[in-house]
T-cell receptor, first 117, second 113 residues
Framework: NAGVMQNPRHLVRRRGQEARLRCSPMKGHSHVYWYRQLPEEGLKFMVY????????ESGMPKERFSAEFPKEGPSILRIQQVVRGDSAAYFC???????????????FGPGTRLTVT | GESVGLHLPTLSVQEGDNSIINCAYSNSASDYFIWYKQESGKGPQFIID?????DKRQGQRVTVLLNKTVKHLSLQIAATQPGDSAVYFCAESRDTGRRALTFGSGTRLQVQP
């Protein structure tokens, strides 16, 4: 059973460009989470999605950031007009369903390291 | 020894010794706790979890202790090995349906051969 997959692993963008980060959850997992990590810090929650639904986006910046988890295909975290402060590692996690909700267990992908020049 | 400021707290131990990594949490409503291990350049790796109705749980070479009275969590690693060197994070969640994890700031474990 393949783990959570993220691509690209490294992404370099110039200021003002768009960044698209992709996440494929583990097989059978229908819940996806995105987290951001700055160097020497813990992960910070951004958004929680189920297929075709955003459940909680309380950690997402109000502008330039968006996320989706379509019926088919990977979850996408999109950052428009990137700025240097967006440079960070972005991790995706997935969890299996449990009694109609998400299990507590979250399994993380290897992350995408975004560098904005 | 420990370092402060912008750097992660560091715990240095000798190979073969036991390690204890501590974590304080702030929300008394949290009902699920996890320890993750993160090696350089990799994503967090699940180690062990515990629910709030327990105070101790054991895995292979690891034990998690939960003290709800003082809101404290610890991870004990027995017979620490060089491969245990990594940053360790505690994380908490609560049963609101939200399921988002709130991570602590992390502790770097260095195992000296």
């Amino acid at each position: 059973n393949a783990g959570v997959m993220q691509n690209p692993r490294h992404l370099v963008r110039r200021r003002g460009q768009e960044a698209r980060l992709r996440c494929s959850p583990m097989k059978g997992h229908s819940h996806v989470y995105w987290y951001r990590q700055l160097p020497e810090e813990g992960l910070k929650f951004m958004v929680y999605l189920q297929k075709e639904n955003i459940i909680d986006e309380s950690g997402m910046p109000k502008e330039r950031f968006s996320a989706e988890f379509p019926k088919e295909g990977p979850s996408i975290l999109r950052i428009q007009q990137v700025v240097r402060g967006d440079s960070a590692a972005y991790f995706c996690a997935s969890s299996p369903p449990l009694a109609g909700a998400a299990s507590y267990e979250q399994y993380f992908g290897p992350g995408t390291r975004l560098t904005v020049t | 020894g420990e370092s402060v400021g912008l750097h992660l707290p560091t715990l240095s131990v000798q190979e073969g010794d036991n390690s204890i990594i501590n974590c304080a949490y702030s929300n008394s409503a949290s009902d699920y706790f996890i320890w993750y291990k993160q090696e350089s350049g990799k994503g967090p790796q699940f180690i062990i979890d515990i629910r709030s109705n327990m105070d101790k749980r054991q895995g292979q070479r690891v034990t998690v202790l939960l003290n709800k009275t003082v809101k404290h969590l610890s991870l004990q690693i027995a017979a620490t090995q060089p491969g245990d060197s990594a940053v360790y994070f505690c994380a908490e969640s609560r049963d609101t349906g939200r399921r988002a994890l709130t991570f602590g700031s992390g502790t770097r474990l260095q195992v000296q051969p």
